[in-house]
């Protein structure tokens, strides 16, 4: 492999095979120390032992391996797109107007420090700060417009809503409902709340692959543009306010040990998902549903490490 602070890095398909498929088997075996998301009871359904894996590049150049094409609940990945769809509609000193851009060092659903220390969230990678954000989508976006920004940017016209995980989510989303008329309440949100919570629970409920967000996070790497059209998907700058937001709080309470350990702007979900956003271009997706004590893939977390320190994918290495 060459790879200088002058040029993108460059693999041969032999370093990408084994780097990968070593990275897919410590991610296999590290399923075991983990457990389905049971507190939604739809995704408790899931097989704690499937783990899948997907690489995509700029040249159509991938691989698959493992459980990478099984759907799953999108969940907090969503808060990817949802920003992206926020920055392009309300520009980014409006959208950072209702929402802060400051890891919070707390659970992803926490409600305390919006209590106590901010009225506004302190980023969107959380649930009050992505609650806070689809408010802003509303009323010129509806999920179908969310739908279509979904299919494109994620390059899978088949994502679709799970209306089961959609379903589990109304039936028992009261902590979020709580969030929405908290920011209600501090005059954050001008939104309806029970509107914006069910956009943010339908969006939540998107059906991916690891593959799906392999896709996802090439457009993010590759600048916001669609490599297989050339078309501009997400504007440049916003590209730049992504990968930030997702390198320092994409990971719940886990971002700065996986930044450091893994250092690809990533964002993880209670599905089992992770997209990651690595420099070549390339963008990555895995698929783990049995999760840490942060809520990420233990399966997911564990091959990114390696797969990164194999293939010097860090950010700050050159």
Known sequence: ??????????????????????????????????KVADYIPELAKADPGAFGLYML??????????????????????????????????????????????????????????????NL????????????????LLPDLGFEDMLACA??????PSVTLNEAVYNSEAQTGYRNRAIAYLLKSKGVMSADPEQTVDLYFRLCSLSVSARSLAGLGLVIANDGI??????????????????????????????????????????????????????????IGLYGPALDSFGNSCGAVKAMVHISQALRLHVFEY
């Open 57 to 118: 590049k700029p040249d159509g150049e991938t691989l698959s391996f493992g459980d990478a094409e099984t759907r799953f609940s999108i969940q907090s990945i969503c808060k990817v797109i949802i920003l992206a769809a926020a920055l392009k509609l309300r520009g980014f000193n409006e959208t950072f107007s209702h929402v802060m851009m400051e890891p919070s060092g707390d659970a992803f659903n926490s409600i305390l420090k919006l209590d106590t220390r901010s």
């Open 151 to 156: 299919r494109e940017l994620c390059l899978d």
């Open 121 to 136: 969230p302190f980023n969107p990678m959380i649930n009050a700060g992505a609650i806070e954000t689809v408010s802003l």
């Open 1 to 34: 492999m060459t790879h200088d602070a002058t040029t993108a890095p460059r693999w041969t398909r032999e370093e990408l095979q084994a780097a990968f498929a070593q990275g897919y088997e410590i991610g296999r075996a590290a399923t075991a120390r983990g």
């Open 226 to 283: 669609d490599p297989f059209t050339g078309r501009i998907l997400i504007d440049p700058e916003h590209v730049r306010t992504i990968q930030s937001i997702m390198f320092t709080c994409g990971m719940y309470d886990y971002s700065g040990k996986f930044s450091v350990n893994v250092g690809v702007p990533s964002k993880s979900g209670v599905g089992g998902g992770i997209v990651c956003a690595a420099k070549g271009p390339m963008g």
